[in-house]
């Protein structure tokens, strides 16, 4: 069978040189093909370009074509809100500017700026005649008043030896310089830059004493035995030590004096006026009115006849009513202290003392008692400050790391063979509600960290015989501070351990005035870190005062006109 040839030419011999030539064409051939299509894809591309760009520029052109106009409702949706939100920045800033000056006319004065800014300067009107009010004053008798307010603007008015600073540091006055011989004898050296004598003090010191305990300073001097002028200091002996009698030499000398920053005058039972002598005050008289009812003294406030009234209520602010108005707080010296049983079994262990600070949340006990006219204090001093905050992991990590263990919900530990609880009984008078509240409180709190609290409450003639026989662990006491720094009359309650009467014995022998300051510093700083007793709340009293009126950001505890240079009626402000 013979085969079948389909191509005669298929095998047909050719030269080398031929084979060459012909591939070297199919070569230039197919280069020639495969770059055409290459640019012809590239004209693809750039063809894919120019009509998006085209797009592009027709939805920025915004044809009036249908697919255009949807183009054009993208665009503007687009750009609505951002204009929008331009609108409302420009419309913010424009009433930040109009609330930012709101000016208010008064009677007799410039325009003033109602929102002042505290870090521009302010200008006051001169010789500004400032007018206070004071609901049910004791007394209008400066030298028996009991009233914070009126016994430092009476302070104000008289001669000091000295001051007492906020950390019980002493500011000289008359008193050049103040020397402690024993806790029985003081040298006092008089400052010649005033018009003080030996005869002018001694005169000073027996009309207090002549006047008895009607007088407000009496407990001042009724320890001093004896004063002498000697050499170029006046001695002052005392009946009992007391090393703490520095400070009790800040009381009033009231003498007529060319250095006297006001004067007492024009005093009536409603009435009471000081003037200005010596001072670079703006303010020329304060004048304080007596009101018998707290409802005519908010009304002559929100009537502009008064600056500034002090309140320590709710129902007299709320009198107020929407009056605009500034607000300062000073504490006044009355407190609420959980003072503790040293021979409590429970209560002398200093990881109970601490695991019990840590647990209570007394911001959250202020709140209950009352949130308005209140605030945290620690320590038994009136410049007290915060040491301890709540801290619930804190309180357990005290107990766990001291080897107490958490047994149905409260924590135990074995001492001397004994299995002792974290449990402590609270003692609490029936009659009196806001302790048994705060009671109930630290029941609570303490629970959540293991600690049991028993509130026994009792009536007022066994409450007074489970104190006297000291038949409780811990107990909620009213004690009131004064800005010395003498605690001796609490010393039964805080004198917990070694370390805390230590601290005490230092104070008492410290050779010399800035010995007794530093001293007393480190009584609180043991007082602190023993936790020897635990601050529950410090009473506030509320200052008052109109919108134009200046000069009480930096009151102090009962200090309120601590720097008059400052006080006054604001002109405007730069």
């Known amino acids: 069978m013979s085969a079948k040839i389909i191509d005669s030419h298929r095998y047909k011999k050719i030269s080398r040189k031929e084979l060459e030539n012909k591939k070297k064409s199919n070569k230039i051939r197919y280069s020639t093909k495969t770059k055409k299509s290459n640019d012809l894809k590239y ?65 007799n004065m410039d325009i003033l700026n109602v929102f002042s800014n505290k870090e521009k300067d302010v200008k006051l009107e001169k010789d500004y005649a400032l007018r206070l009010g004071i609901s049910k004053l004791d007394t209008t008798d400066v030298s028996k008043t009991r009233n914070i307010i009126l016994n430092e603007l009476y302070l104000n008015s008289t001669l000091r030896l000295l001051e007492i600073n906020k950390d019980y540091t002493i500011n000289y006055m008359s008193a050049s310089k103040i020397e402690k011989i024993s806790n029985k004898e003081y040298l006092v050296y008089l400052n010649e830059e005033y018009d003080l004598t030996y005869e002018d003090l001694n005169q000073a010191i027996n009309k207090i004493k002549s006047a008895g305990e009607t007088n407000s300073y009496y407990k001042n001097v009724a320890n001093i035995k004896e004063i002498t002028k000697e050499n170029d200091y006046i001695r002052i002996l005392l009946n009992n030590e007391d090393p703490y009698y520095v400070y009790k030499l800040d009381f009033p000398i009231n003498i007529d004096s060319s250095s006297l920053a006001f004067k007492v005058q024009n005093v009536s039972d409603s009435m009471i006026s000081f003037n200005r002598l010596k001072s670079n005050s703006n303010i020329k008289s304060i004048t304080l009115t007596n009101y018998s009812d707290t409802d005519d003294m908010v009304a002559d406030f929100r009537d502009d006849k008064i600056d500034m009234f002090f309140a320590s209520s709710d129902g ?42 840590y647990s209570l949340k007394r911001e959250d006990i202020i709140k209950e008692i009352n949130n308005s006219f209140s605030e945290l204090i620690d320590l038994p001093f009136i410049y007290s400050e915060i040491k301890y905050k709540y801290d619930i992991y804190g309180a357990e990590n005290e107990l766990l790391s001291n080897g107490w263990k958490k047994e149905n919900g409260i924590y135990t530990k074995n001492i001397d063979g004994k299995s002792i609880k974290a449990e402590l009984n609270i003692l609490v008078n029936e009659e009196d509600s806001t302790k048994t509240q705060i009671a109930n409180l630290i029941k609570e709190m303490a629970q959540n960290v293991g600690i049991k609290i028993n509130v026994n409450i009792a009536k007022s003639k066994d409450f007074t015989t489970k104190l006297t026989n000291k038949e409780y662990d811990i107990i909620l006491a009213d004690v009131y501070f004064n800005q010395y720094p003498d605690i001796d009359y609490l010393k039964e309650y805080v004198n917990i351990n070694e370390n ?44 008052v005062y109109q919108k134009y009126i200046t000069g009480f950001d930096y009151t102090n505890y009962l200090k309120v006109f601590s720097d008059f240079t400052n006080i006054g009626k604001i002109l405007s402000e730069e």
Do not use: W
């Open 43 to 107: 004209k693809r591309e750039k063809l894919s370009k120019i009509k998006q760009k085209n797009k592009l520029n027709n939805t920025v052109t915004l044809k009036m074509d249908k697919d255009n106009e949807k183009i054009k409702y993208k665009k503007n949706k687009i750009y609505i809100p951002t204009i929008f939100k331009v609108l409302v920045i420009i419309v913010a800033v424009f009433l930040i500017g109009i609330i930012s000056r709101k000016i208010v006319n008064f009677e």
């Open 316 to 357: 007299i602010m709320q009198m107020i009513g929407k009056h605009e108005y500034n607000i300062k707080k000073y504490r006044d010296g009355e407190n609420i202290f959980l003072f503790g049983n040293k021979d409590s079994n429970v209560f002398k262990l200093k990881e109970i003392r601490k695991a019990l600070v």
């Open 500 to 543: 805390v009467n230590n601290a005490f014995n230092n104070v008492y022998q410290s050779s010399n005035v800035d010995e007794l300051t530093s001293n007393i510093a480190k009584l609180q700083e043991t007082l602190s870190s023993e936790v020897a007793c635990i601050g529950i709340l410090a009473r506030n009293t509320n200052i």
